[in-house]
C-alpha cells in the first residue's frame, strides 16, 4: 500500500476547517497537525484527536511533514509565510492579490529553488480554477474576449482585508456581478466593460467602540487591490446581525470567452461555480494540488509554480491507467 500524504495546516480559521474536512475525505492523506499562532489550547478541531501545535514548533516537524498548505490571509500572512516556510517545506498556499502574484512568486521561487522545495502559490478557484479557463477560452478562440464574473457572494480574501482596518470589529464583503453586463456577453456582444460596470461591493461592517464611521468608511472605500476600482458600499451594521445574517459563506462566479471561428461562427465558452461554502471549495483545490506538489517534490521538481504549470492527472488520486480508462 503507497503511504499516505502526511499534510501539516497553517493558520485554523474557515479555510483551515475545510482543509481539514477535504483531507478527511482524501483516503490517500493524514493531517499531521495544525500549526497556529494562537494558543493551541483554544484552538477547537473538527476531529478533537487532530495535534495543534504552535507555530514555532513548526520547525522542529519538518521530517514529518510532506506538504504544507497555508490557510492565512493574502493582505498580510502569505507575503510573510509562504517565502520563509519554503525554505523548509513543500507548500501550497491560496495567495488571491492577483496584481501582486508575479511579485509572490518571484519572493517564493527563490528560497523554495535554494532549499530544493516545491512551492504551490495562489491555488483556489481565483486565482486557480478560473485562472485556467482564462487559458483554455483564449487558447481555444484567439479571436476573441475573456470575462470573468464574480459572485455575488461573499469573498474571503477582501473580507479578511475589511476586518485588518483599523476601527473594524468585524466584517464581511459581497461581490455582486451586473447582470446586465452577464447578459450582454452571454448574447456574444463583447461589450468593453470597465471594472465599474461589471461588478459592485457590498460591506457590511460591525465598529469598534469609539470608532469614526466616515474615516472607516473611507479607509475601506480607497483600499488599493481591493475596493478603490470598484464602486463600495459600506453598511455598519451590530454584532448580532453579522452573526445572524452573515455567517453563511457562499460564492461563485462565472468566466466567459466569447470569440469568432472560421467564416466568423459564433464561440461562447463558459465556465460556472456555484459554491454553497467559499471556505469549503476553496480548502478542496488546495488539498487536490497538495497532492501534486508531493509527487512534484519526489520527481525532483523544485521552485515555485502555479496552477498552469501543473498537469490536471497530478491532481487525482487515480493513476495514469485508470484515468485513461475511466475518464478520458
Not at 72 to 83: M, R, T
Not at 203 to 221: E, M, N, P, Y
Not at 264 to 277: D, M, N
Request: glycine residues 10%; hydrophobic residues 40%; charged residues 20%.
Amino acid at each position: 500500500m503507497t503511504a499516505q500524504i502526511r499534510i501539516g495546516i497553517v493558520g485554523y480559521g474557515n479555510l483551515g476547517r475545510g482543509v481539514e474536512a477535504a483531507i478527511d475525505r482524501s483516503s490517500d492523506m493524514q493531517l499531521v497537525g495544525v500549526y497556529t499562532r494562537r494558543d493551541p489550547a483554544t484552538v477547537e478541531t473538527r476531529d478533537p484527536e487532530i495535534a495543534v501545535y504552535r507555530m514555532d514548533v513548526l520547525t522542529e516537524h519538518t521530517n514529518d511533514i510532506d506538504v504544507l498548505i497555508l490557510c492565512g490571509g493574502s493582505k498580510n500572512d502569505l507575503p510573510a509565510q509562504s517565502p520563509e516556510l519554503a525554505t523548509r517545506f513543500n507548500i501550497v498556499d491560496s495567495f488571491d492579490t492577483h496584481a501582486r502574484i508575479p511579485e509572490h512568486f518571484a519572493a517564493v521561487d527563490a528560497p523554495a529553488r535554494t532549499a530544493g522545495t516545491t512551492a504551490l502559490i495562489s491555488a483556489g478557484w481565483d486565482p486557480g480554477m478560473f485562472s485556467l479557463n482564462r487559458v483554455f477560452g483564449e487558447a481555444l478562440l484567439p479571436d476573441g474576449d475573456t470575462y470573468t464574473f464574480w459572485g455575488r457572494g461573499l469573498s474571503q480574501g477582501h473580507s479578511d482585508a475589511i476586518r485588518r482596518v483599523a476601527g473594524v470589529a468585524g466584517g464581511v464583503q459581497y461581490t455582486v456581478p451586473s447582470e446586465t453586463a452577464i447578459a450582454a456577453v452571454r448574447a456574444g456582444d463583447r461589450p468593453e466593460l470597465t471594472t465599474r460596470q461589471k461588478h459592485t461591493r457590498d460591506c457590511f461592517v460591525v465598529l469598534d467602540d469609539g470608532a469614526d464611521a466616515d474615516a472607516t468608511r473611507q479607509a475601506i472605500v480607497s483600499m488599493p487591490d481591493y475596493f478603490a476600482d470598484y464602486d463600495t458600499t459600506v453598511t455598519f451594521i451590530t454584532a448580532e446581525e453579522l452573526a445572524r445574517d452573515h455567517s453563511a459563506m457562499p460564492h461563485g462566479g462565472f468566466v466567459i470567452r466569447s470569440g469568432v471561428t472560421g467564416d466568423g461562427a459564433t464561440q461562447t465558452v463558459e465556465y460556472s461555480l456555484t459554491l454553497g461554502s467559499n471556505p469549503e471549495f476553496t480548502a478542496s483545490v488546495l488539498v487536490a494540488y497538495a497532492r501534486a506538489v508531493h509527487r512534484m517534490s519526489i520527481a525532483g521538481q523544485v521552485g515555485a509554480y502555479t496552477v498552469y504549470d501543473i498537469a490536471p492527472g497530478l491532481l487525482s488520486p487515480k493513476s495514469p491507467e485508470q484515468l485513461r480508462a475511466e475518464l478520458l
